[in-house]
């Protein structure tokens, strides 16, 4: 038991590079370490052990495995491991599993660090989520580009493009802060700088329409020309 613990923490201290005293190697083995496989491996141990009584020195090791693995600054040394870098999915499980050891196991103290970092990672989790909801990207057609002056200041010239879905998309055009019509085009500001000049350039240059990626704020139903498809 004490020794299978060990070598789950050697493991890990192998795949993230580590020494005994928490510090980063200087050397690299050419051999590849599946992160993900080890981790598995790992809950399949704690799954099979819960009713174990483990020595203290195996719960140290076992801890600090886990520590390790679940820490949201710990990469992989990149020489010594596959692509299967842990998820926070991978991260959540094993915490999860680590929590339903009996306190014969881990320690009070111990699980409020592990509460501690899975309330981290789902956090993380969240906030990527949220962000991944907040924007989405399409495709749009530019069918004309037209310069106007402003009312108040005639040496300002403002200049939009006239933009055409390529295909249905369940937005509803009328719920945003853009000129829109209702055969399906919305009016959108060229961007300014390069990306203008870029687009401006392959407009007047092509025979046919040109497309670029318009980036939609779901909250503030905002369009913004991102890039263009070349």
């Known amino acids: 038991m004490e020794e299978r613990c060990i070598q789950f923490h050697e493991d890990a201290m192998r795949a993230y590079g580590l020494d005994e005293e928490g510090g980063t190697t200087s ?59 842990l998820t926070d999915d991978d991260k959540e499980a094993l915490l999860e599993d680590a929590l339903k050891m009996p306190f014969t196991v881990f320690g009070t103290k111990q699980k409020k660090t592990f509460l ?6 789902r956090s993380r989790r969240q906030d990527t989520d949220t962000t991944l909801m907040l924007t989405t990207t399409k495709v749009w057609s530019v069918i004309d580009i037209q310069s106007t002056h402003n009312d108040t200041d005639n040496d300002t010239v403002t200049t939009m493009l006239t933009l055409m879905k390529l295909s249905d998309d369940n937005d509803n055009n009328n719920n945003n802060n853009n000129n829109t019509e209702d055969d399906g085009t919305i009016q959108v500001a060229l961007p300014s700088g390069q990306l203008g000049q870029k687009i401006q350039t392959a407009f007047a240059e092509s025979d046919e329409t040109i497309d670029v990626y318009l980036q939609k704020d779901t909250q503030s139903q905002h369009y913004t020309v991102v890039d263009l498809v070349e």
């Open 116 to 121: 501690k970092r899975l309330e981290e990672v």
């Open 27 to 85: 050397t690299t083995s050419t051999k590849k370490i599946n992160v993900s496989k080890q981790v598995a491996t790992l809950r399949k141990f704690l799954h099979n052990n819960q009713h174990q009584r483990f020595p203290d020195k195996a719960t140290i090791r076992l801890f600090a495995t886990i520590q390790i693995y679940t820490s949201s600054t710990s990469v992989p040394k990149e020489k010594t491991t596959t692509s299967a870098v």
